[in-house]
């Protein structure tokens, strides 16, 4: 059956109106002038067709929302950013609870701590947070949700020094799929702030709280691209690096190819590339020191270092994931970085079907090594790096070839020694299994989602 047929049949079948009479927000139908935009996100591969998108502008319109849903027996997604890789904020005959109206950013500078609404992106509260010379990790793109990084552990710059984005979550108030409004914290609900940190949908998070960090002064930041003959030493000197990494560091080597911009010389556009890039979060004089040996490379062809703003860094590759792009991600914790994993590196980039492909080496050391008390259950912060393997790709017909490379490159890591889990954003489609993403937290999380959300409402891509 043609899928947007069967919306819109699901569609009739229910008392809409009534939903769309209790919001202040608005609710789009599958037969509304306006359904095929807000049904789709970020990841241009996502394509599902639900029943409606409630656009909800407070708790009294979330609540409302799941009500319905648990009265007529609706799965529930909830969306903020849209960014999910896997397509986990919307669902094919089911109610999306759209809370990306609720932005909003309250910062307490004498106490260092944000309040942010589920809709905010991380650009909002950057922007917030360093009017007070303050900051928390939240990712490296600005127009990523605040709730979907948070929800799924969250890694940014700034990890090494303060922990996964989920490790500085102090607080959060949720609907439960009870339909109960809870506020989670050290003192109740610990086992729900346990597992927002890192574990996906725990209901519906109307507002997250988070410990906020001094940052009042500029990073630094560099690039050296390199030929792709020059990855397997630069890998090595980057593996004795890592070992004894200050925290303000966060190198992150990466395989890609050359754009095609001045910037690049001209022989050299569209070849493959391997990128030593990095940031320095502390006094930036400094991180020019610390970071010259991987900076000044005899064979670069091209690169640069420059001290900026956190808003600035946090936004410096928005435009590189533009969107409407098909994405497919994957992530494995690597314990150690050998020479064999090394040279797996290596031949997977080659092997990349897409030019606008990416395999990251990802720093896993300093506060990420060191949780909190209540640290949540993403797992494999003892993994030397994690390599995160990101297809990107423009042609629909090429997506069985990038989603095959990604998969395969991920189950050679493991076979290479990866530790239990993945990072938990970057599980890789809508339905890997709990036991692989959560490893031995994953009983834990089903019982406290099973506890506050007993009839199953909300859709557990990671269940």
């Known amino acids: 059956m043609d899928p947007n047929r069967e919306a819109r049949a699901l569609a009739e079948r229910l ?6 009479a209790r919001l202040g927000g608005s609710l789009v139908r599958p037969t509304d002038d306006g359904y095929d935009e807000a049904r789709r996100v970020w990841n241009g591969m996502i394509n599902e067709y639900p029943a409606a998108i409630a656009y909800c502008r407070s708790v009294e319109d979330v609540l409302g929302c799941v009500e319905f849903a648990r009265d007529h027996d609706l799965d529930v997604t909830v969306r903020s950013g849209g960014h999910s890789v896997s397509g986990a904020s ?12 609720m932005e909003w950013v309250r910062v307490d500078p004498e106490e260092r701590t944000a309040r942010v609404g589920p809709g905010a992106t991380w650009g909002t509260v950057d922007r917030a947070t360093q009017s007070f010379g303050l900051a928390t990790p939240g990712g490296v793109y600005a127009d990523t949700g605040v709730a979907g990084l948070t929800l799924g552990g969250g890694t940014g710059y700034l990890s090494p020094k303060h922990g996964f984005t989920s490790d500085n979550l102090r607080s959060v108030d949720v609907v439960t799929g009870r339909g109960d409004r809870v506020t989670a914290d050290p003192t ?9 940190r890192g574990g996906g949908s725990v209901g519906v998070v109307t507002a997250f709280e988070f410990d906020l960090h001094p940052l009042d002064h500029e990073v630094r930041y560099f690039e050296s691209w390199l030929p792709t003959e020059d990855a397997p030493d630069a890998l090595r000197e980057y593996r004795r690096y890592q070992r004894n ?7 992150f080597p990466y395989f890609t190819s050359v754009p095609v911009t001045d910037e690049f010389p001209a022989d050299r556009h569209g070849d493959a590339a391997f990128v030593l890039a990095g940031v ?49 991600w994957k992530s ?14 290596q031949v997977a980039a080659d092997r990349a079907p897409s030019p606008r492909s990416t395999i990251v080496v990802w720093p896993m050391h300093g506060a990420v090594e060191r949780p909190p008390d209540i640290a949540g259950p993403v797992a494999g912060r003892d993994a030397a790096v994690v390599v995160n393997v990101e297809a990107a790709w423009d042609d629909p017909a090429a997506t069985p070839a990038n989603v095959e490379w990604v998969r395969e490159t991920c189950g050679r890591f493991r076979d290479l020694g990866a530790t239990p889990g993945t990072l938990p954003n970057f599980a890789g489609g809508r339905d890997p299994d709990a036991d692989d993403v959560y490893s031995g937290h994953a009983e834990r999380l089903r019982a406290i989602r099973d506890r506050y959300d007993p009839d199953g409402i909300f859709e557990y891509e990671r269940a």
Do not use: N
Not at 15 to 20: K, S, V
Not at 332 to 345: F, G, K, M, N
């Open 90 to 101: 919307v669902i094919s005959g089911g109610l999306v609870i759209d809370c990306s109206r």
């Open 15 to 20: 008392p809409l109106g009534r939903l769309a």
């Open 332 to 345: 494995v914790p690597v314990a150690d970085l050998t020479d064999e994993a090394i040279a797996e590196l």
């Open 280 to 328: 320095y979060a502390g006094d930036p004089d400094m991180g020019r020191r610390e970071l010259e040996p991987f900076r000044d490379r005899p064979a670069a062809f091209a690169g640069s270092t420059d001290a900026m703003s956190y808003t600035e860094l946090q936004s410096l590759s928005d435009e590189d994931f533009p969107d409407g792009r098909l994405y497919y």
């Open 188 to 196: 109740q609900h610990e086992d729900l702030l346990w597992a927002a």
């Open 245 to 251: 990494a200050p925290d303000e560091s966060c190198v």
